[in-house]
């Protein structure tokens, strides 16, 4: 499947995560393991098409 960037920090007793590519859509765990499986399912969904209008950051070479 290949790997997929994230960002994530600790608020409170909650971790919290995002992907670089979908910086839109957010989830969280209890622990960093709950935290990434949650985010395995996030990438599912939003890489299925089941979610309408997904928002995607992507580059653009210029010149």
Do not use: C
């Not at 393991?33 to 399912?41: I, R, S, T, Y």
């Amino acid at each position: 499947m290949g790997t997929a960037r994230y960002v994530y920090w600790r608020d409170g007793d909650k971790f919290l995560g995002y992907f670089e590519e979908y910086p839109h859509y957010m989830t969280q765990g209890e622990s960093i393991e709950d935290l990434q499986a949650n985010l395995k399912d996030l990438f599912r969904d939003l890489t299925s098409g089941e979610i309408p209008g997904v928002r995607r950051v992507a580059e653009l070479q210029l010149g």
